[in-house]
């Protein structure tokens, strides 16, 4: 997470109060892709904080760009309570009580719906989860085939979060001396399209799993992950 800020606050630094001839070759294709380059003007970075997906913001001739800076090859993208995340997919699809059972079935891996199981209960990993609850499993995959589902499901753990009021439009990854982007929405329409066959509990490209079930602060919330994102950005960098 400190590499992450601190690379953060480097691209801040390298592209704040910068005019186009003094950036690499790299560099002036990244932001003549984004912008309507105007020589005589400058270029402006902003470091966003909070909760928010974007991590900074490049602004030139009073248009804004906002970028979700990512660094080497983690793969966790999203956490939140199992009842936020069932709210949105009731506001969103009207899902019924089975789906929202299931989905606080597989993220607590007690057997309960609350995590208030007797102390001595076990907690189960995916394979035993998926031995002992075949029927959950499938009836999740299932809700999850949906291309609605999946396409909003993905746009929330990529894009918008649960609480993020400043959305990026391109996700940056590397750093000032090598990097790959591409816009977000080609993104998660790549990811949408990816079918895994190993994981559990797959949202197209990413995947649905508890984020822990034995640590209390993070107990009963889903988290999405997603695998090495460097050769999908890659492949989607406009030429």
Known sequence: MIR?????????????????SDFNNQHKSFLKKIFHIDKNKKIYANKVGGHNKT?????????????SIKIGRG??????????????LIERFSINKEIQNNFKLFVWGDGTLDGKAHPSKKYINGKEFLENHPECISSLKNFLKNEEVKYSIIKRAIFKGRVSLINPTIIFHGNVDNFN????????????????KKALLPVGGITAQPWNRTNEKKRGSIQFKIGDKTKLIRSLTPK
Do not use: P
């Open 4 to 20: 992450g800020f601190s690379n953060e606050n480097e691209l801040v630094n390298f592209y704040n109060n910068k005019s186009i």
């Open 55 to 67: 991590d900074i913001t490049l602004i030139h001739k009073a248009i804004s760009v906002n970028l």
């Open 75 to 88: 793969n966790s993208t999203h956490q939140e309570k199992i009842e936020f995340f069932n709210d949105f």
């Open 181 to 196: 982007w591409c816009f977000i929405e080609n993104f998660i329409n790549a990811l949408c399209n990816h079918k895994s």
